[in-house]
């Protein structure tokens, strides 16, 4: 071979490199989603939480390759869900979703649920609900979601009586004081159990119950994932409104849900606080609807 064609040829070998590697790119792109080259990516908060490794073990019994992606805050997995970074994420209750897409004008969609944590009321004083003296002081969570929750279960358990009735937007103020058993004080999440010693009995959420010395079956008190009030705070996996019958998607959501060991670490995970539900899509999506409506009537 001359030296002419030696050099030509050279000259070519960066082309023939880089259409190989387009090539490759796009056969990865056009792979079937959950093959090894595509596998669907699911963005959580937690990704080293034991659950995710048997559940990735899982899905690939069944013929489907996941990637387990981490976030470091809550803020993170619905817009990057939005942009096509990930293909679903599983982390938020039905409220935050609707929050987001009110907020950012998204269409997020909820594909199926996991489970619901119940916020519970306990006391260091008291035995039961009805053990709790008219007049004593109750306290429950300042953050927007909590507070409004943990009044809902105060009203369930005839503690206090709310003016409109209740509503996933209820704050102290709403409380009529008047028909109420009890008075009602908004604190920092993580102070209600260390002012326990204050208090009649206290809202406090499953991450600082241990705080207080108690366990998640010290509660005298929490909301039932049967009562229509708790429905907007099942944890649910969520995907981008034109996936939603995906079947690969929703054959994950079967695999979650029907895998004894993934739930058992679930639930050893939550300290024995996790209740699985299986509520229909089309209930989740009611229940989304519903929430964004009185969302945009509050404001």
Same mark, same amino acid.
């Given at each position: 071979?001359?030296?002419? $064609?030696?050099?030509?040829?050279?000259? !070519?070998? @960066?082309?023939?490199?880089?259409?190989?590697?387009? *090539?490759?790119?796009?056969?990865?792109?056009?792979?079937?989603?959950? /093959?090894?080259?595509?596998?669907?990516?699911?963005? #959580?908060?937690?990704?080293?939480?034991?659950?995710?490794?048997?559940?990735? %073990?899982?899905?690939?019994?069944?013929?489907?390759?996941?990637?387990?992606?981490? =976030?470091?805050?809550?803020?993170?997995?619905?817009?990057?869900? *939005?942009?096509?970074?990930? +293909?679903?994420?599983? =982390?938020?209750?039905?409220?935050?979703?609707?929050?987001?897409?009110?907020? /950012?004008?998204?269409?997020?969609?909820?594909?199926?649920?996991? !489970?619901?944590?119940?916020?519970?009321?306990? /006391?260091? %004083?008291?035995?039961?609900?009805?053990?709790?003296?008219?007049?004593?002081?109750?306290?429950? @969570?300042?953050?927007?979601?909590?507070?409004?929750?943990?009044?809902?279960?105060?009203?369930?358990?005839?503690?206090?009586?709310?003016?409109?009735?209740? *509503?996933?937007?209820?704050?102290?103020?709403? #409380?009529?004081?008047?028909?109420?058993?009890? %008075?009602?004080?908004?604190?920092?999440?993580?102070?209600?159990?260390?002012?326990? @010693?204050?208090?009649?009995?206290?809202?406090?959420?499953?991450? =600082?119950?241990?705080?207080?010395?108690?366990? !998640?079956?010290?509660?005298?008190?929490?909301?039932?994932?049967?009562?229509?009030?708790?429905?907007?705070?099942?944890?649910? =996996?969520?995907?981008?409104?034109?996936? %939603?019958?995906?079947? #690969?998607?929703? $054959?994950?959501? +079967?695999?979650?849900? /029907?895998?004894?060991? #993934?739930?058992?670490?679930?639930?050893?995970?939550?300290?024995?606080?996790?209740?699985?539900?299986?509520? @229909?899509? !089309?209930?989740?999506?009611?229940?989304?609807?519903?929430?964004?409506?009185?969302?945009?009537?509050?404001?």
């Amino acid at each position: 071979m001359s030296k002419k $064609k030696i050099l030509a040829a050279l000259a !070519a070998l @960066p082309l023939v490199a880089a259409l190989a590697a387009c *090539s490759g790119q796009a056969a990865s792109d056009d792979a079937e989603k959950g /093959s090894a080259d595509n596998p669907v990516k699911i963005g #959580v908060i937690g990704a080293s939480d034991p659950e995710w490794d048997i559940y990735k %073990k899982a899905a690939a019994d069944e013929g489907i390759s996941v990637d387990i992606i981490d =976030f470091s805050d809550y803020a993170q997995p619905n817009p990057a869900l *939005s942009e096509g970074d990930i +293909d679903i994420n599983q =982390f938020q209750h039905i409220i935050y979703l609707a929050q987001y897409n009110e907020a /950012s004008n998204d269409d997020l969609t909820p594909i199926g649920a996991t !489970a619901i944590y119940p916020l519970g009321l306990y /006391s260091t %004083k008291y035995d039961s609900v009805a053990d709790i003296p008219k007049g004593s002081e109750v306290a429950v @969570p300042n953050d927007e979601s909590n507070q409004a929750r943990g009044l809902l279960v105060l009203q369930s358990a005839g503690l206090i009586t709310l003016k409109d009735g209740g *509503s996933v937007f209820s704050t102290v103020s709403d #409380v009529d004081e008047a028909k109420s058993k009890v %008075k009602v004080t908004a604190l920092e999440a993580s102070l209600t159990p260390t002012s326990l @010693p204050d208090l009649a009995a206290a809202i406090i959420n499953n991450d =600082f119950i241990e705080d207080a010395g108690l366990k !998640a079956s010290d509660a005298l008190a929490q909301d039932d994932p049967n009562d229509p009030n708790a429905v907007p705070y099942i944890n649910i =996996f969520v995907t981008r409104a034109a996936d %939603k019958d995906n079947e #690969v998607y929703n $054959k994950l959501v +079967d695999i979650y849900q /029907s895998n004894q060991d #993934v739930l058992d670490a679930v639930q050893e995970k939550s300290g024995g606080t996790a209740v699985f539900v299986k509520t @229909p899509a !089309a209930d989740l999506q009611s229940s989304l609807d519903d929430v964004v409506a009185d969302i945009k009537a509050k404001g």
